[in-house]
């Protein structure tokens, strides 16, 4: 279960948050198996000086459009397959947003399978007794 945190200016137009979500979504569905319906989210849209980032880092120059996404997911992906998870989220955004590629920042927070519940205060994913 991938739980997205998704960070962007307050600047982009009405349902923008919520289309970069979908994207995201799709994404994960198609290329990190993410079971459908698998879909939980928090967007958040700052104000321009609450996002702070550097000019430019790794040779990368951002601009205020920039976009934060946080996945904390499942550990056990491989190095090759979070690459093209990164590739397709950018191409997505690119494409159907027109989202600088530059100015698209995603972060992965592995974790095991037991740092989970999905409510009720049970451990859905521990070994059964």
């Known amino acids: 279960m991938p739980f997205v945190r998704i960070d962007l200016s307050k600047k ?3 349902g923008f948050a919520q289309q970069v979500g979908e994207i995201v979504y799709q994404v994960m569905t198609a290329h990190i198996n993410v079971p459908k319906d698998d879909k939980f989210q928090v ?3 700052h104000e321009s000086q609450e996002l702070v980032v550097p000019k430019s880092y790794l040779g990368i120059e951002y601009s205020e459009d920039i ?3 946080q996945v904390t997911l499942n550990e056990g992906r491989t190095t ?16 159907r947003l027109k989202v600088r590629p530059q100015d698209i920042v995603i972060n992965l927070i ?18 059964k007794d």
């Open 110 to 127: 592995e974790v095991n399978k037991e740092n989970w519940s999905f409510g009720n205060g049970e451990m859905q994913y521990a070994p």
């Open 80 to 95: 090759e397959l979070k690459k093209k998870f990164y590739k397709a989220i950018c191409e997505g955004l690119v494409e």
């Open 43 to 45: 967007i958040t849209k």
């Open 12 to 14: 982009h137009p009405e």
């Open 67 to 69: 976009i934060f996404i």
